[in-house]
């Protein structure tokens, strides 16, 4: 399984990564911005985009919304991973049908595990978007 | 704080007003006067003072509510109180009123600002804790014996300082009026569920946990109960001696579920019982350091209770133990609905 992470900041970008590859085994690509985002999933075709919501120039959402705008990647699944745990936050970002909502700070050992999960029940739904988990604040 | 006030008859046509009212409504005692009291404020455009008071529990028993008032052609927020009273020549009823507006904006710009404060302080938490998580679970190389303690230490203070971060947010969702979920709770599961979440905390601290008798269905939010008893039994483990006893047990009385959490620890002074529940209050100051927790858990634990429209409090035996308490109508004899949950309000207005 290959995740794009998408984040601007470089220290959080690390962590997700050494997460998802040392960790959990899995293939990961980078971007620090929007536009990058779009560029590595049309170029790398990732299975599952990790994005982070609060980013300079392009936020989360507005990048969600240039994801969706071309074809060839616009289905694929995008896990949100914010740092604002509030209910009415979550259930923000969940109404723009994303497959998840991920609250920061994540436990690095299982975040994997986590997003092999969402694709998990995606493929199970035959459904590419949706929403489908709400990672709770304090679990 | 000024408060408006508007007399009316049976009918609502408004009878008198004081400047106040004028003041808040943006006119005359004279433009008021014999028109209807829904032309100011829209909650009353189409019933009488008699029917909201019948209609509205709140308002019947003399609370206030948060509604609308007309000015200038623009509603803005008041909260409303409504009595009825007799006189020679009938009743009346006065209507007091009390602008909001500066509040709510208040109220507004602070949660944005705790929001703003958990948005910069959780995102150098998160490089900080998976760091940390990672060095300390070996993924990263092998890690010294000295080493894996300083990394302990830091993971341990990080995540206190994200439990932090949490319950201050908890309180605020709650001051906010975070709608609650309303479901008939066991609350042997409530209780199983809390027991199981501090398990490992007790069997660390060689604190024994024993289930008493347990009994009662509440209409509550199941994992706000949780927390409220697990905030309880973590209070009562951390201020255990070791190999001391700490007891759960539920019962009902009278209409009511009474849960108790029983400890053998130092016991708290007569003029800290109350102050427990007040946010940050800690009995001893060093307890925050020592034993660890945010002096958060209590608080919330209040809110939550006077969300469900039940009581909370702690009887103790300073040397010999503590008993913390809440009570919550039984789910039969509770008369609450959804509805009557969602209506209590997170600050008690």
């Given at each position: 399984?290959?995740?794009?992470?998408?984040?601007?900041?470089?220290?959080?970008?690390?962590?997700?990564?050494?997460?998802?590859?040392?960790?959990?085994?899995?293939?990961?690509?980078?971007?620090?911005?929007g536009r990058a985002a779009v560029d590595a999933a049309l170029c790398d075709r990732p299975d599952l985009i990790l994005l982070d919501v609060m980013m300079p120039e392009m936020d989360g959402v507005q990048t969600l919304a240039a994801l969706r705008s071309h074809g060839p990647i616009a289905r694929i699944p995008v896990v949100f991973l914010t740092a604002k745990a509030l209910q009415s936050e979550i259930d923000r970002l969940l109404s723009f049908n994303v497959a998840a909502v991920f609250v920061k700070p994540f436990d690095p050992l299982t975040l994997a595990d986590r997003l092999r999960e969402v694709e998990r029940r995606i493929r199970l739904a035959q459904s590419p978007s949706g929403a489908l988990e709400s990672s709770r604040p304090y679990s | 704080m000024v408060i408006g006030l508007v007399i009316t008859g049976?009918?609502?046509?408004?009878?008198?007003?004081?400047?106040?009212?004028?003041?808040?409504?943006?006119?005359?005692?004279?433009?008021?006067?014999?028109?209807?009291?829904?032309v100011v404020l829209p909650a009353f455009a189409d019933q009488t003072p008699g029917k909201a008071l019948d209609d509205n529990r709140r308002l019947a028993i003399g609370g206030v509510v948060e509604s609308e008032a007309w000015r200038s052609g623009h509603t803005f927020p008041v909260e409303m109180a409504l009595y009825g009273f007799p006189t020679a020549s009938g009743r009346r009823f006065a209507v007091s009123l009390r602008d909001i507006s500066e509040r709510q904006a208040l109220d507004r710009l602070k949660r944005d600002f705790v929001s703003m404060v958990s948005h910069e302080l959780?995102?150098?938490?998160?490089?900080?804790?998976?760091?940390?998580?990672?060095?300390?679970?070996?993924?990263?190389?092998?890690?010294?014996?000295?080493?894996?303690?300083?990394l302990h230490i830091a993971d341990r203070n990080t995540a206190r300082l994200l439990s932090l971060i949490n319950d201050i947010l908890d309180c605020e969702r709650l001051a906010a009026g975070e709608a609650l979920q309303a479901a008939p709770v066991s609350m042997a599961t409530v209780i199983a569920h809390a027991v199981g979440s501090v398990q490992t905390f007790a069997d660390e601290s060689a604190v024994r946990i024993e289930q008493a008798h347990v009994e009662g269905t509440v209409l509550g939010d199941a994992d706000r109960l949780v927390q409220v008893v697990v905030n309880l039994l973590a209070n009562a483990i951390k201020f255990s001696p070791k190999g001391a006893l700490v007891s759960v047990a539920s019962k009902e009385r009278f209409g009511w579920i009474e849960v108790t959490v029983a400890d053998q620890g130092r016991g708290i002074p007569l003029d800290q019982r109350e102050l427990v529940f007040e946010p940050f209050h800690q009995v001893d100051r060093s307890d925050a350091r020592q034993r660890g927790g945010t002096g958060l858990g209590l608080a919330i634990s209040r809110r939550i209770i006077d969300r469900h429209r039940g009581a909370i409090g702690v009887e103790s035996v300073e040397g010999k133990g503590s008993t913390f308490w809440f009570r919550l109508p039984a789910a039969r004899a509770a008369g609450l609905d959804t509805r009557a949950l969602a209506l209590a309000s997170g600050n008690g207005r």
């Amino acid at each position: 399984m290959r995740v794009l992470i998408v984040d601007d900041d470089d220290d959080i970008r690390t962590i997700t990564r050494l997460s998802l590859t040392t960790v959990g085994g899995l293939d990961v690509v980078e971007a620090a911005d929007g536009r990058a985002a779009v560029d590595a999933a049309l170029c790398d075709r990732p299975d599952l985009i990790l994005l982070d919501v609060m980013m300079p120039e392009m936020d989360g959402v507005q990048t969600l919304a240039a994801l969706r705008s071309h074809g060839p990647i616009a289905r694929i699944p995008v896990v949100f991973l914010t740092a604002k745990a509030l209910q009415s936050e979550i259930d923000r970002l969940l109404s723009f049908n994303v497959a998840a909502v991920f609250v920061k700070p994540f436990d690095p050992l299982t975040l994997a595990d986590r997003l092999r999960e969402v694709e998990r029940r995606i493929r199970l739904a035959q459904s590419p978007s949706g929403a489908l988990e709400s990672s709770r604040p304090y679990s | 704080m000024v408060i408006g006030l508007v007399i009316t008859g049976q009918d609502g046509i408004i009878e008198s007003v004081n400047p106040a009212a004028e003041r808040l409504f943006g006119t005359v005692s004279e433009d008021l006067v014999g028109r209807h009291l829904g032309v100011v404020l829209p909650a009353f455009a189409d019933q009488t003072p008699g029917k909201a008071l019948d209609d509205n529990r709140r308002l019947a028993i003399g609370g206030v509510v948060e509604s609308e008032a007309w000015r200038s052609g623009h509603t803005f927020p008041v909260e409303m109180a409504l009595y009825g009273f007799p006189t020679a020549s009938g009743r009346r009823f006065a209507v007091s009123l009390r602008d909001i507006s500066e509040r709510q904006a208040l109220d507004r710009l602070k949660r944005d600002f705790v929001s703003m404060v958990s948005h910069e302080l959780r995102t150098p938490l998160t490089s900080i804790h998976g760091s940390l998580r990672l060095l300390r679970s070996g993924s990263l190389g092998p890690v010294t014996s000295a080493t894996a303690t300083a990394l302990h230490i830091a993971d341990r203070n990080t995540a206190r300082l994200l439990s932090l971060i949490n319950d201050i947010l908890d309180c605020e969702r709650l001051a906010a009026g975070e709608a609650l979920q309303a479901a008939p709770v066991s609350m042997a599961t409530v209780i199983a569920h809390a027991v199981g979440s501090v398990q490992t905390f007790a069997d660390e601290s060689a604190v024994r946990i024993e289930q008493a008798h347990v009994e009662g269905t509440v209409l509550g939010d199941a994992d706000r109960l949780v927390q409220v008893v697990v905030n309880l039994l973590a209070n009562a483990i951390k201020f255990s001696p070791k190999g001391a006893l700490v007891s759960v047990a539920s019962k009902e009385r009278f209409g009511w579920i009474e849960v108790t959490v029983a400890d053998q620890g130092r016991g708290i002074p007569l003029d800290q019982r109350e102050l427990v529940f007040e946010p940050f209050h800690q009995v001893d100051r060093s307890d925050a350091r020592q034993r660890g927790g945010t002096g958060l858990g209590l608080a919330i634990s209040r809110r939550i209770i006077d969300r469900h429209r039940g009581a909370i409090g702690v009887e103790s035996v300073e040397g010999k133990g503590s008993t913390f308490w809440f009570r919550l109508p039984a789910a039969r004899a509770a008369g609450l609905d959804t509805r009557a949950l969602a209506l209590a309000s997170g600050n008690g207005r």
